[in-house]
């Protein structure tokens, strides 16, 4: 177990340094995304130009600049933003991530249920009506783009149906959870469906195909055999295995969304996460900003695969032993 | 005649396990209808041993898997009776099927690798199958399964009952899946080629197993092989099977001694006999290969690889006794008695 | 050779003959399931449109879908009508694009330019199937290259391409995408002579054929290495058959029904991500229009003239309904164990 550890952390690191090198040399090193140009303005002088390169540090080495980056993102923890002088990465990446983190842990179970319901249904009932009727329903799930998903349901409930039918619906915006649960819970509300009809499309799709591939097996017909119920015959013995790689996709997804991938959301219902963050790092290129995010995009993807990892052990025995 | 009596014993009477009655299985595909078990009937007393043998595909594991109606497919079609305890369980409500299935009619699988659900240990299968039909606390089904576990022949068995199937070898794998099917004292034990995914030093250990158990747990034994020489002297009666249909029955050592079909002739001719000289004995094999379900053979279907059809085996033969056969001695082939003798002399010299 | 090996297939050994894909009639057997032959008349219908957009615009519509027409009038039932209209709200400032007149000109109305929806609609289709397909190819050429690569070469190649793969498979491609357009349209990118500007659709295409590799690159790499394990891969190989050879007459032959299923979800998918990339402003660049971009463009008139942004993402579900069904519909004929990952 010991030595399990020691290699995911060790592993973990090259990974963190790999994407953050390459962050690195994409924004520092490509020609025409010049950081001081951007700083400086379009009419700067080259002498402001030259001002700015050494008050900001881009005249040294390059592997100076990385290291001195590093330092300050993880050892004194002051790096500052390019463009908002005041602002600095750490305590803002912080701030936000528990925005992110709701958004994302409340359409994970929202679409984990929808989808194990429309994936089980259609399984069992397959070639029935019910199952093309759900599985085109899950169809339209993940052909419909998230964002403009997300700006019809704003038109709904800010537009002019705010004023009668959703007049229940808070504004645009985020409230804590500490602060007040209901008005976290209403704020999250629509993007949570938002994102949820994409996941549930995905996973009703991935989970029935599961299923039916578990429900041909012949450990089925031997369960069928030992005179179980049909229900306990479809839910622990089919939809168990069949959670098996379902759950080690979600788990991918999830680090995936915590680690910015929900921004189109994010922007969408003006919900300030880290997703968010990075969108805007990217367009100012405030170079700190997008370093700081890009690693803990990175952090959150490597925690998320270790977790995967753990659980998928802890699901299939059969992994546990290899 | 002690056989005869039998006979007539078999057929009307108490010791009767199961009787399976002109058991047909339909399967509807895209390009039509495929005919996979036609009209396959035998009977099973109460602690026989009953084998039935073919080769892959001919319909012997569908006969099987249906009688507890086990494949949930909404094209296959089944028809006929399977009679157990007064009840036809084709007809059963699956309410009352699931009290037989495990209960009083237990099956084994071929691999117990994929008959296993993975993600569970050995103990927890052989729990679920008690708890499945006895109240017992949760504690109680593991002790039993220890004990299941001890009786089978799995050395440690409180450590084995906490093992996966995949840490598991395939012959400790199969005495699991044999413990689990017997933990509830079935009256009959379905076993769908367990035997042959093991090799021949585990076969036979196997078999003993389930031979011995037979006559423990008082189940009589359906044994579906590809292996006539697997059950050759386990079985006190055979069904030898081609393409769906039962071409020959009858009690093990008639048909052993006296075989009438030219399919079941075959199938004992392609058996090497330890011992016998090369000069005198020589390996048969049968031409071809059989015919899959979705192409229908006119006639019977054994007619095209036969080397003694002729214009009647267009019809399909119906399975009869014969003169100077056990009555309960049957086959299904137009040949004539003398023309069979003849045959048999002319393999023999 | 080819002929022995035939006739000898069923008498020998099953697993040392290539399961080739048997001469099917795959188009027969997919356009028999009623859901495909809808979603084919679906696309047929929407390309059609996209391609003879020009007609629509030149002939009914009279205008030009790419430059302002603030100031434009039209004739609506005899009176001129202007296409940006005066506010009859509020302080009656500023200036509302018309609605839809479901006629001919402006059919469903103008955007904040005065430019006509409808026409921008039809040629934005041609941009998104465009980048839509010819990523969708580009992607499944490299992932088939670097899977095969991987899969059948094996050893230090393998190792390194793997873990790129792997790599790449858990990272956000959002942030991917977003971080490779930004870099790409902020440098003048030349290669000797040739200079891509950076309104060039070649930039999109070539950002999201790149980030979907993995997708495909990755389940591809595993297929071909437990091709290798097969007999008949084995045996090719004891007869002394060149790499080139088995890769040709075994290994892509049993890869491409599965690179066949993956086309028309990775069609799909791309169209997603360059809407979604568009939305962004990092996508399809001016002058050039996607369906991204007019959902994008219509944003500040969601509330007055909704249309403008719903009428695009409609376009995009449906067209990507289609597909998926399409693709659904032969993953079911070709290979029903395909897997693809369709989130994020």
Redesign the interface.
């Known amino acids: 177990m010991g030595r399990f550890i020691l290699r995911r952390a060790l592993s973990a690191l090259v990974v963190l340094f790999t994407t953050s090198v390459i962050a690195f040399l994409l924004f520092f090193v490509t020609p025409g995304v010049d950081p001081a140009a951007r700083i400086a303005g379009r009419s700067a002088t080259p002498a402001t130009l030259a001002a700015v390169r050494h008050s900001f540090g881009l005249d040294q080495p390059l592997p100076v600049q990385y290291v001195k980056m590093m330092q300050h993102l993880f050892i004194t923890r002051d790096l500052t933003s390019f463009v908002n002088r005041g602002a600095k990465v750490v305590p803002q990446i912080i701030a936000a991530t528990p925005i992110t983190l709701s958004l994302v842990f409340g359409t994970a179970i929202i679409s984990m249920v929808v989808a194990a319901a429309f994936g089980l249904v259609s399984a069992v009932h397959k070639g029935r009506f019910v199952d093309p009727f759900l599985m085109a329903l899950a169809v339209l799930g993940i052909s419909v783009p998230v964002f403009w998903l997300g700006e019809i349901a704003n038109l709904l409930t800010q537009g002019g149906l705010h004023s009668s039918v959703f007049s229940w619906v808070p504004p645009l915006g985020y409230v804590p959870l500490t602060a007040n649960i209901g008005l976290w819970a209403l704020h999250l509300l629509f993007p949570w469906i938002t994102m949820s009809v994409l996941y549930a499309g995905v996973y009703s799709r991935v989970l029935r195909g599961e299923m039916i591939t578990t429900l041909g097996e012949q450990f089925i017909q031997a369960a069928r055999a030992k005179g179980i119920s049909e229900r306990r015959l479809v839910w622990r013995h089919a939809f168990r295995c069949a959670l098996v790689p379902v759950t080690a996709l979600f788990g991918l997804d999830i680090g995936v969304l915590v680690g910015g991938a929900a921004l189109l959301t994010e922007v969408v219902f003006g919900l300030p996460g880290v997703g968010y963050l990075t969108y805007q790092s990217l367009q100012t290129v405030d170079l700190p900003m997008i370093m700081g995010t890009v690693i803990y995009a990175a952090f959150f993807v490597v925690l998320m695969n270790a977790i995967v990892d753990i659980v998928h052990a802890r699901l299939d025995p059969r992994v546990r032993h290899a | 005649m002690p056989d005869t009596m039998q006979a007539t014993a078999r057929a009307v009477g108490a010791d009767v396990a199961l009787r399976v009655e002109s058991l047909t299985i339909d399967i509807r595909t895209k390009s039509g209808v495929a005919h996979i078990v036609q009209d396959v009937s035998f009977t099973v007393a109460k602690g026989e041993f009953v084998g039935i043998v073919g080769e892959s595909g001919s319909g012997k594991s569908m006969t099987l ?1 249906n009688l ?1 109606r ?3 497919n ?1 094209n296959l079609n089944v028809s006929g009776h399977v009679w157990f305890d007064g009840e036809d369980l084709l007809a059963l409500p ?1 309410k009352r099927l ?6 009083k009619i ?2 084994i ?1 071929q ?1 117990a690798m ?6 569970y240990t050995v103990g927890w299968h052989i729990a ?2 008690l708890r ?2 006895r109240a017992l606390s949760r504690r109680a089904a593991r002790e039993r399964a220890i004990e299941l576990l001890t009786e089978v022949g799995i050395p440690s068995p409180e450590l084995r009952v906490d093992s ?1 199937p ?2 598991l070898s395939g012959g400790m794998r199969q005495r699991a ?1 044999i413990a ?1 099917a017997l933990a509830c004292d079935p009256k009959v034990l379905l076993a769908d080629e367990p035997t042959t995914a093991l090799d021949v030093t585990t076969q036979a250990q196997i078999l003993d197993l389930i031979r011995r158990l037979r006559t423990v747990h008082g189940s009589a034994v359906v044994f579906v092989t590809h292996d006539i020489g697997v059950i050759s002297d386990s079985a006190d009666s055979i069904l030898v099977m081609y393409a769906g249909r039962v071409v020959e029955q009858g009690r093990t050592v008639d048909v052993l001694a006296a075989p009438q079909h030219p399919y079941t002739q075959g199938l004992l001719g392609s058996i090497p006999t330890p011992g016998a000289s090369r000069l005198t004995s020589q390996l048969v094999s049968i031409d071809g ?1 059989a015919p899959t379900p979705s192409e229908q053979v006119v006639g019977c279907a054994f007619r095209p690889r036969c080397a003694y059809a002729f214009d009647k085996c267009f019809t399909v033969p119906a399975l009869r006794p014969r003169e100077g056969q056990a009555d309960d001695h049957l086959d299904a082939c137009w040949l004539q008695r003398q023309a069979q003798m003849d045959l048999r002399i002319e393999a023999g010299s | 050779m080819p002929t022995a090996r035939k006739a000898d297939a069923r008498l020998i050994d099953g697993t040392q003959i290539a399961p080739v894909l048997r001469r099917r009639n795959i188009v027969g057997e997919v356009l028999a399931a009623p859901q495909a032959v809808v979603a084919l008349i679906i696309l047929v219908l929407v390309t059609l449109s996209a391609v003879l957009a020009p007609l629509y615009a030149r002939f009914v519509a009279h205008t030009d879908p790419f430059s302002s027409q603030v100031s434009a009038t039209i004739t609506l039932g005899g009176k001129a009508v202007p296409v940006m209209q005066q506010s009859t709200t509020g302080l009656k400032l500023g200036v509302t694009p018309i609605g839809p007149t479901w006629s001919g000109q402006y059919f469903i109305g103008a955007d904040n330019q005065g430019r006509d929806v409808m026409s921008r609609l039809l040629y934005g289709g041609r941009d998104s199937l465009l980048i839509g397909i010819t990523s969708a190819i580009a992607c499944c050429v490299i992932a088939l290259v670097l899977g095969v690569l991987a899969g059948y070469v094996g050893g230090i190649v393998d190792g390194v391409l793997s873990r790129i793969f792997d790599v790449l498979w858990a990272f956000p491609v959002y942030l991917l995408a977003i971080c490779l357009s930004i870099v790409l349209l902020t440098s003048r990118i030349a290669f000797g002579p040739i200079v891509i500007d950076s309104s060039s659709l070649i930039l999109p295409i070539a950002i999201i054929s790149i980030i979907y590799v993995p997708y495909i690159a990755r389940p591809l790499r595993a297929q071909v290495r437990s091709l290798c394990q097969r007999g008949f891969v084995q045996a090719s190989i004891s007869v002394g058959s060149s790499n080139w050879r088995i890769i040709r007459r075994d290994i892509l032959p049993n890869v491409m029904p599965s690179v066949i299923v993956y086309f028309p979800i990775m069609v799909a998918l791309n169209i997603l991500i360059e809407s979604s990339l568009s939305f962004l402003g990092v996508g399809v660049q001016p002058p050039n229009a996607s369906w991204g971009t007019i959902i994008n463009d219509g944003l500040p008139l969601l509330y007055t003239r909704p249309l403008v942004s719903l009428a695009p993402g409609i376009m995009i579900a449906v067209t990507c309904v289609a597909l998926n069904l399409i693709g659904d519909t032969i993953r079911d004929v070709l290979d029903p164990q395909a897997k693809i990952r369709e989130a994020v």
């Open positions: 898997m507890l086990l494949i949930d909404p699956a699931r009290e037989i299935r495990g209960g237990a099956m699988f691999d994929t008959a296993l659900t993975p993600v679920e199958q499945a039909h996966f995949h840490e899946v689990m290969s």
